[in-house]
Structures are given as structure tokens and as C-alpha cells.
């Protein structure tokens, strides 16, 4: 099935007599190996019926003769069928091609080196397939091996373009196998020069009969958790800290102008609203139902939700699928009758949905907790409602359009969501956070279609072995889901980020600045040690520092006293005031060289006066290149730095946020 | 030379008859090689004066009659002295070890796996000599490839006890070597079991006279930057923004109370000050001088200095050996007249010194850009001042006792600070931020006699290849200078961060918490993602999560609800109150599989009560348990997090930063 792809197997030949098996050599290439082909020898070494290294047509002869006549002397009665002659394959690198289900993201390619490599180093790129000619590319660039490829100790390269092609041909093999494919691991392929060799494949199977469902985007209804003007809170309490009062009390006592109905049988009025004992009895319509209590009646408050003709329900309550056992199946029953009710669900296990345009509002975190963020054009989706909640309050001066908190994702996920965010004229950013995928095809292809209009930035965590162990194919562990996750993202055009302040730093960088033409960035500081940080991290980036132009270097130096460094990063020293920095910004967002300018302050440093604040708002609205900001410190410097964000230029508190906002805002290719 | 130190080579003899070449491999051990000796003869090969692989006496037998046989025929004139029977290595895993003069750090020995693990992966590991068994042990697990060695692929494992033996033979070396050392390179040797054969020797020598001078850390007179009564200022200034301006401004105007003397020829009084025209002209005795004038003129200042009995100054003008050229010069003249003047220097290119106890206050940060700490247990040492200047106000609450920022360090440098820091009674703490060290054997030994006493945080930045370039021997490059840098500190028992928050984050852990016993920690949270996040930061340290005791197991069980999990992460889930919590944290500060407790609050959820303050302040007090504590999120967080670090219990804001923590407090082995 191999070779139909294209792959190579080393050659061979039969040949029944020594001046055959010497024309069959000179075919093949020297050196060949001969070995006796007979049905009746078990081990061919045993009866030295294996000559190998044979590397002249002479040579040949003479073993076809020494091993005929071995045979013949120590396995006599043995039929023999000829000598095979077969291509020995030269000196090379050994690299390996898997094809794999993962579970998370479907038909998956790896590619790695062989040997120690992937096993020990398990240094090894993924990608989901089918896989583009970009995308092998990268594959085998990500690598950190990629060394012995270009040449190691004076070996010629191997070609870059055969690799490419040997994954994109490992790529269709899997395509075309689609649902079948269990795992195919073509390892080891020798490699040299154009050539290459598979000296071993396994291939497994499923049944024909095998169909692997992939979930397409639904983003029916959704627009009803944003905009529905009327809600009902089931399981509504008078109590507080209960989840059905700080849902009651989000809706009630703040800026949500919509119509709220609290559920529960057992009072008359929370909060100053009329109680109802149940959705039924509600006589208006309701667009949306929050559900406080237990799982167990969700099934039965769905249908009355039929009834009502209400297409989406938040459901806050805890105790599904994360405990495991029956709730598994309850979720399964919950999701079933959604379906059937024409109801979506957000939820379970979630902190609610929050609009700052409509203001509805259905976190059960109170206000008072936690602030609530302004308009503005990111999106938040998040698993975990904690996490997002966090980020949600650290973007609050940005601005949030839409929080969405899909917990146990019953229904609605990221992908419903990002398909929905694509058309909603309020979200420019889409920053999501996710700890594992349950669809994860369904989520590539939504971010896929999304992201080359909208940037989706997310942070993906339970990485590790211990918090998410994935192993693949015989060769053991390979890198863990992170590795595919990490090639998935790239593949689909996710922005991908390491923490929640990373998530946070970048949507900020999307949401307040254009983004980066190129990957080149330039610094300017009047404190050189966060420039000389920001530089040890961004090795092994995708980021550059390119030298300024010799134009700009002069421009510089015309009007910079000598002790400032006038070269990349420009070093202005504690003496710089913000007519330096002015002069020295303008000059780096002018310079054709330069696709990012970072600016670090410290502000503590009494020269620098205020105007730096009119400085950047100017250079910011002037030119369409991205500036980044950086600065640490107490009070002051916090309270400049706010000042200076609400005239429109991010600023950061710690270099890695600083130089993650670049990473992000710059094209990876 | 190798050999003295016990290295073995493969082991060879000549013979001149048959039997005798069969009787010396069978002492070496088959397999082996023959070779003609003979002086007339350059390539043996191609006389047939070589055969490989003789597996027995036999073989040896007849290999030796072959080879003399083809000698005989092939160069019947050449002068045959026998033939040399020489081990042959088998098969087994190659190791490199190196010895090479560190700029920064003097010799150090470098251990790693042959081939492409040190050429293209650089997976090295590093100690300054001499290397303990200890610190050998650590170098070998350190390295990825170890696993390699421990018996890959069925091999049997390499004894680790053997392994430490060549790098103590080797570490021996380079003692002995002494200032004659300039590179030894044992590249390969192959190991296997329990034996190893050096394949390859390269030792590179300097003259016999060399002497590679070693400087003492000084801590004479330093007790004058932080204790002076009184202050003059050379170049006050009237000008604000004025560096001369701001350093006045923070010894008048602020809590100092020594006297002090504005020099300046043009003025007769700055804030209220009397103006001198010179040091000489102030007729009362001066215990500290600060410079910010040129440093062209500072020979002639500390000349004055030597004059009037003052042993300390604190430069702050720039313009140093950061310039290159004759700057580098004059540094020196100011670094030799200081000496023969007994004045110790803190600069130049410095923001100045400041001493929380008797305030005097040196720094050029006006106290309104700048936040001075409150007193307390921490000591800041940083080669950046404006770096220093940030961590420092980020530890305002904490409490720092004494900030240098030491700039050039033309003479007082990191190693006399921390000499001195180690008698200090104020400093629990030692925080130090470098770049770059210039004499890091000093450094280390000063932070080898003071670590055990008192805990030395360190962030080096300048660590990539860009910032800080380092080679070493002749395979190129061998992870650069940081890789030395982490051994070396890892050998004086420094704890390393990666950045300045880090740096805060430990030296907070510190200040507020004992140390822990191991480093096996537990989380419990009402928000399980950041503990899922850090699971993912804790791979690859030496941090564990060891399973709880069933003892704590069913402990919690009986109190908490069903759905909170009982484990390590403990999740109680956001209907977790302030109780819920108590229950856990007590039962994680009594487990005794547990050395770092380690909460994480998500305090946006309602049903979190503010009762916790008083729960974390009692379990802070009561138990001898280091616990840190975590949240991220808004004012209302911010707010309950300085309330409850008022407590004397540490409260982060990233995760990493928390982990970063629980790194810091945890021994390394």
C-alpha cells in the first residue's frame, strides 16, 4: 500500500544465476546484499546464505558462489528459489512519518528524526491532516534536529523538498484511508541527498465499516444569549452567596434592562421581583433560562422551555460529567433532549454569559467581586469560568463585547461560538482559553474559516504528561497532545499563547493596535536591562532585531548626545525626557526595517517628563505600524501607564507579557 | 597525562609471533584488531596490515599469518617490529567531557553525550571545579539525554558511580592543571557497564608562568553606604529633573537625618542647603560623598576624599566603561586611586544606594516617581538600577532593608555586598539581579560561605546567545554562558529565577515563609484551572505532587460535600466557603507527605467569605509549613490580597510567579 504513495522500499531482485545476480547489482546500484531464498531455511546466516556489502559485479559473482555452494553443504534437501539481490541502503538520516487518530483532533501526521530523537526527545512536529506543502514545511523546520538535515559534519544536505513531498504523500495515504486509519508508522525512512528508503512500515486498520462523526459548527440560537430581553433565573434564593441570588442579583440590581423572573416554588418575591413557581407559570414570553438547580430536573424544565418556544438556557449547576458516573449519562440525557427541544445550552458547570452592550448579565460572581469590563472589541470564551473571569477583569479597561462561559459544554462549545463571533459586528478579537478539546475538528475547522477575519487567541493548558497524557503508535510517547494541539493551532491560523496573562497581553496588542507586517521588532529604553531580558526571550521566537537603516542610525545620531546608543535597541540612558524618546520613536516606525516598535520607560526616572504621555497617543494614531509598550514600578508608574493606555497604546508590566503581545501581533511566516 | 588521572585508553601490545598475539588478546578480551607495526610502512591498509574484529585465539592466529603474509608480499623491504594487538572498544554510548576556562567563572567541567546530543542539541551540563560527587551526580541526571544511560533499548544501563568517577578523575585534572589550564577534551569515550575507554585526547596548556589572579571579596568600609551621618553631593544641582537635583531632593527633603552638603561652585544653597564650593571647604567631617559630576574629575575628588578621611562614594554619573574607548581607562585610574585613597566605590552608571533603617537615601528616583520600601528582611543588589528600582517597589509591602545598585562596580561588586550582607543582622534575604558577573569566582565564593545562612535569589538575564556568546573547545557551541551559570550557582547553592518577578516572588516567599523540608506540594483550590496551569509549569522541576495520605484522604471526606475532590489538587469547587478552606488547609499542613501547602482562591465566587484572612493568618502562625497563597483577578481581589499579605502569608498573581515560589522554597535535592 506503501509503494502505491510513492514510497520506496529498497529495491531487490531474484536471480537464479551469479551473472544474473551481477547484472541485478549494476541495476540496483552497489554495494547489494545476496541472500538465499528458499522456503525450507529458517535462518539463512545459520547456512551462510547472507553475504552482504557486495560492491562490484565480481563481487557478486564470487558471493552468489560461495553461497550456493554453503547451501548445498549445509542445507542440502533445501529447495531453493534463487538468491535475492537487494540494494543496500547507503549511509543517511533516519527520520520517521506516523499517521495517527488523536483524540482530540482527529487523522493527525508526525514528523520526526529517528532513533533517540523521538524516542528520548521525543522532538517530533505534528500536524492534522490534510497536510499543505506550508505545513510540512514548517513540520520539519519546528524540529529541533533540523541540523542533521542541512548537512551535519559535512554531509550533504538532504533535500527539503523530497521530505516535503514524502509527507505530503503519507498525508494523502491517510486521507484516503480516512475513517480506516488507525495508525500507520513508516519508521524507519533512510534519507539521503533527493532519496529515500522505508526500511519498515506497520499499518493498522479499523473495520471498514468504521465511521468517525465530525461535528460541524452550529451557531442556531446563539444571539439569544447575548440579546434576550427577558430572562427567567430557575432556583432563584433569597440567600446570599447562593448562585441563584448572585445570578438574580447580576440581572436585577444593575445595568440589564430586560425583564427578569425569578423560579421558585417556594417564595413569592426575591429582590423585589414576583417568584414564579415555575417556568409555565410565567405569563410572558422568556428568551432565556438560567438554571441554578440540580441537573436532575433539567431535563424536564428543557421540555417546558419546548413549550414556552425559549431556545436558550444557561445552566450553571455543577455535578455533570466532571464526577463521573451517573451524571455522564444525565448530561447524555440533557443533551439528547435539547436537541429534540430546539433549545441550546451554555453550560453546565459555568459562571454564565455576560454582554456589556445589552448588559445581560447572568455571572453569578456579584459586582462588587468582580468588576465587570467596558465595551470593547474582545470576546472571551473560556472553559473554566474562574480563568476567564480573571482575564475578563485584567482587559476591563480594553473592553469585553461578549463573556461567554461554556463549562462542561453540554451543547454549545468554541467552535458554535467563534462561527457566531465571525458574523457579530461587536468582536474583533476572540480570546479563548481551554484546558481540552471534545471536538477538537469541529474546533480547527471553525477557527480555520475565523481567524484569517478575526484574530482567535488561545491558551491551552494541561500540557503536560501529568495533566494530559497522550502516547502514540508503538514508538511511545511522542510529545503529547500539546504537540498536536500546538501544530493544529498554527495549522488553523490560532494565535497561541503560554498563560492567561499572555492571553490577555496579546488580545490587548489585537484590540488596541494594527498588526505586525512582518516579524522584525525594534526597542528603545531609557533602561537597558528589560531590553537585554526582552531579547533572551525572544530566542528561539519567531521575532527578529534587525539592524535600523544606516538612515535612520544617522538620524539618530544627528540629534542624540553620544552616550545614547543609537542602534537597535536604542539605548537613551536615565537622561532621556521624552523629546528623545519622540525623536527616536518616529525614527523607528520609519524605518522600513522595523515592523514592531517597543518602547520600554522607566518612568521612575525624573528626566523623563509627562508629555511622553501626548508623545505616544500622537505616534500611535500616526503611523499604521503596531507600538508596544513596556514599564515596572510602583504607583506612579502605574498611574502613567493607565493614562497612557487609555489614549490607546498597550502597555505591559513585565517583559514576558511585552515580548508575548510582539509574538503575537507578528505572522509567524 | 590522562592516564595519571586513571582515564584508560583502549589497551594494546605488540607481538611477533602468532601464539604470542593470540596470548595478548585473550588478555585484553575479544574482540580485537591487529595492525603491522612498522615505521616504513604509512598506510597499513593498503599492505592487508590491518584485520578487525578477531573474536578468538584463532582468528588471531590466522589474521596474524595473513598480515604478515601480505607484508611479506606487498612491502617486502619495510622493517617489521610486530604487529600490535589492540582492544576493541565495543559497542557502548559515547560521553564528552571538557575542561575549559570560563570567562566569567574560571575552569569548569563540562559533561555530556557524544555526537549530536552536544554539537546540534548542546545537552551539556556544567560545574566550576573542583566538582564534588554530589554536584557530578546532579550533572549527569541533568543532561536529557540521560536516559541514554540508563539502559535504552534493552542496553544494559551505564553505572552511574563510574560515570562520577571520570568527572571526579577529571575535575582532579584541572585542579592539578591549575592556572595552566586552557582546555582538555576528552571526546569520545566510550562507556558501557562499568567501563569506559577515552578514544580521543586533546589537552590545549598555557605557560608555566601564567597565574590567573583570583580576587577576595571585600567587604571593608561598606557599612558606610548604609550608615553615614553625613552626606556631601558633588554636582548638586537646583535644576529639577537634574540628576544632582533628584539625590539632594532625596536626602533633604524626604526622612534622612544625618546632615548634608550640596558642592557646587556656583550656588551658596540648594533647598535650603549651604553650598560648598568643594569637598575641602565643608568644615565638618563627611561620612559618604555622592558624585554626579563628569568622571574625568573624580581622581582628583576622591584624592580629596583621602584627604579628609572618607572612605565612601557612591558615583551616579554614566559615562563609564559602557562607552568603551578611554572611558575604559579612566575607569581604571579611578578604580586604582580608590585604592591607594582606602575609599570604597558603589557605581558608577549607578541610581544610588538606599538603607530602610537609617534612610539615607542616595537614589536619584524622586520619592514621587519612586516608592521606597518599608524596612524589612530583604536586601536588593542589582547591576541595573532601574531594574533593582522596580523589584524594589514591588516588595514595598515585604519590606526591604538595604538597596544597592551597584552600576560599573568599579570596586564594590555583588561578592563584597553579599560578604558584608552575610553579618548584616537586618537582612534575612539576599535579592540580586546581574547581567553579566566579571569576577564570578568571586561571586561564588562569596555566595558558597553566605548561602547556607541566608538565602541568595538570583535573575541573570543576558543569557542568549545574542546577549552573552559563549564557546567552548572545539565542537563549537556548548549551551552558552548561562549553562555554566546554572551550574555554577546551582554548586554554590544560589537559587535561580528567570525573571524579575520571579525574583520578588521567591525573595516575598522568603521574607514571609520558612523554607520548606521537601519539595512535594499540594494545591487546593475553588477554581481548578490555575491548578491544572500549574501542574503544566511544574514539569521538569524538581517540584512533586505527591498523593495525599488516606489518613488526610478520609479526613476531608467526612466534611466535604460529595462533589469536592479529595485529592492532590484538593478542588473544593466554587460553592466553597471560607470553612471549607480552614478544613483543607489544616489537613495539607498536617499531611506528612506534604512540605508546601499551596492555595489558590478564586475570591470573584460569592460563597468565598472574608473570614479566610483570618484562617490563612492562623495557619501561617501555627504550623512551621511554608504556605502560598494564589488569585488573580480585580480590586476587589487586589484588596483581600494586600489584607491577607498583611497577614504574613504571600499571595501571587500569576501562576507562574506561584509556582516560581514553591521553586524558590524547595531545596534542590
Excluded at 175 to 184: A, H, K, T, Y
Excluded at 366 to 391: C, D, F, W
Aim: negative net charge; aromatic residues 6%.
Amino acid at each position: 500500500m506503501c509503494r502505491k504513495y510513492g514510497f520506496i522500499a529498497p529495491r531487490s531482485g531474484i536471480a537464479t544465476e551469479a551473472d544474473e545476480a551481477a547484472g541485478l547489482a549494476a541495476r540496483l546500484g552497489f554495494p547489494v546484499a545476496l541472500k538465499v531464498v528458499s522456503p525450507d531455511i529458517l535462518h539463512k546466516t545459520d547456512v551462510g546464505g547472507v553475504e552482504l556489502g557486495c560492491g562490484s559485479e565480481q563481487e557478486v559473482k564470487a558471493a552468489f558462489a560461495r553461497i550456493t555452494e554453503n547451501v548445498r553443504r549445509k542445507a542440502p534437501d533445501a529447495r531453493v528459489e534463487g538468491v535475492s539481490v537487494e540494494e543496500m541502503v547507503r549511509e543517511g538520516v533516519e527520520v520517521i512519518l506516523g499517521l495517527t487518530r488523536d483524540q482530540q483532533f482527529g487523522p493527525v501526521l508526525m514528523f520526526g528524526l529517528g532513533g533517540v530523537f523521538t524516542e528520548l526527545l521525543h522532538d517530533v512536529s505534528f500536524r492534522t491532516l490534510p497536510v499543505s506543502a506550508v505545513d510540512a514545511r514548517a513540520m520539519i523546520r519546528e524540529i529541533e534536529g533540523r541540523p542533521l538535515l542541512e548537512g551535519y559534519r559535512g554531509q550533504p544536505p538532504v533535500s527539503e523538498e523530497m521530505l516535503v513531498d514524502l509527507l505530503m504523500k503519507a498525508s494523502r495515504m491517510g486521507m484516503d484511508l480516512g475513517d480506516r486509519l488507525e495508525s500507520v508508522d513508516l519508521n524507519p525512512i533512510v534519507v539521503w541527498g533527493d532519496q529515500h528508503r522505508v526500511l519498515d512500515a506497520k499499518v493498522l486498520l479499523q473495520p471498514e465499516d468504521r465511521v468517525v462523526p465530525v461535528a460541524q459548527p452550529n451557531s442556531s440560537h446563539l444571539e439569544g444569549f447575548f440579546s434576550a430581553r427577558s430572562v427567567a433565573v430557575v432556583g432563584a434564593s433569597s440567600t446570599w452567596g447562593k448562585v441563584g441570588n448572585s445570578v438574580l442579583d447580576s440581572l436585577v440590581n444593575h445595568e440589564y434592562r430586560g425583564r427578569v423572573y425569578p423560579v421558585n416554588p417556594t417564595k413569592t418575591e426575591i429582590m423585589g421581583q414576583k417568584c414564579y413557581p415555575n417556568l409555565s407559570a410565567i405569563p410572558e414570553p422568556v428568551d432565556l433560562v438560567a438554571v441554578t438547580v440540580a441537573l436532575s430536573v433539567v431535563p424536564d424544565i428543557l421540555r417546558e422551555c419546548a413549550a414556552k418556544g425559549i431556545h436558550n438556557v444557561v445552566i450553571h449547576s455543577g455535578g455533570g460529567k466532571e464526577l463521573g458516573g451517573e451524571s455522564l449519562e444525565l448530561e447524555a440525557t440533557i443533551k439528547r433532549v435539547a436537541r429534540e427541544s430546539d433549545v441550546r445550552i451554555v453550560g453546565c458547570n459555568c459562571i454564565g454569559v455576560y454582554d456589556s452592550e445589552t448588559k445581560l448579565d447572568t455571572l453569578f460572581q456579584v459586582h462588587e467581586r468582580m468588576v465587570r469590563p467596558k465595551n470593547g472589541p474582545i470576546a472571551i470564551l473560556t472553559q473554566s469560568g474562574t480563568v476567564g473571569a480573571a482575564v475578563a477583569e485584567s482587559l476591563a479597561d480594553v473592553g469585553v463585547c461578549k463573556f461567554v462561559s461554556y463549562g462542561n459544554r453540554i451543547d454549545v462549545d468554541e467552535a458554535d461560538l467563534i462561527s457566531y463571533l465571525a458574523e457579530d459586528p461587536s468582536t474583533r478579537v476572540i480570546a479563548c482559553y481551554v484546558e481540552g478539546l471534545a471536538e477538537g475538528q469541529k474546533f480547527l475547522a471553525a477557527a480555520r474559516r475565523v481567524a484569517p477575519r478575526k484574530p482567535i487567541v488561545v491558551f491551552k493548558s494541561g500540557r503536560s504528561q501529568r495533566a494530559a497524557r497522550a502516547s502514540m503508535s508503538h514508538t511511545g510517547f511522542f510529545g503529547g497532545s500539546y504537540g498536536v494541539a500546538a501544530g493544529a493551532f498554527q495549522q488553523a491560523g490560532i494565535i497561541p499563547v503560554d498563560s492567561c496573562e499572555e492571553l490577555a497581553a496579546v488580545a490587548r496588542a489585537l484590540a488596541m493596535q494594527p498588526r505586525a507586517r512582518g516579524s522584525r521588532l525594534a526597542m528603545i529604553s531609557n533602561g537597558a536591562g528589560t531590553m537585554v531580558q526582552a531579547m533572551d526571550l525572544m530566542e528561539g521566537t519567531h521575532l527578529t532585531m534587525p539592524p535600523l537603516t544606516p538612515e535612520t542610525v544617522s538620524r539618530l545620531k544627528e540629534v542624540y548626545p553620544p552616550f545614547y546608543l543609537a542602534q537597535n535597541p536604542v539605548d537613551v540612558t536615565g537622561s532621556a525626557n521624552s523629546a528623545d524618546y519622540e525623536v527616536g520613536i518616529e525614527a523607528l516606525m520609519e524605518d522600513p526595517n522595523v515592523d514592531i516598535v517597543m518602547p520600554w520607560f522607566v518612568f521612575q526616572d525624573t528626566a523623563l517628563d509627562e508629555r511622553i504621555v501626548e508623545v505616544l497617543a500622537k505616534a500611535s494614531e500616526q503611523y499604521d505600524k503596531p507600538i508596544l509598550c513596556g514599564s515596572m514600578g510602583g504607583p506612579y508608574t502605574d498611574g502613567i501607564s493607565q493614562t497612557i493606555q487609555g489614549r490607546g497604546v498597550p502597555m505591559y508590566h513585565t517583559v514576558r507579557e511585552w515580548v508575548a503581545a510582539a509574538k503575537g501581533i507578528a505572522p509567524r511566516q
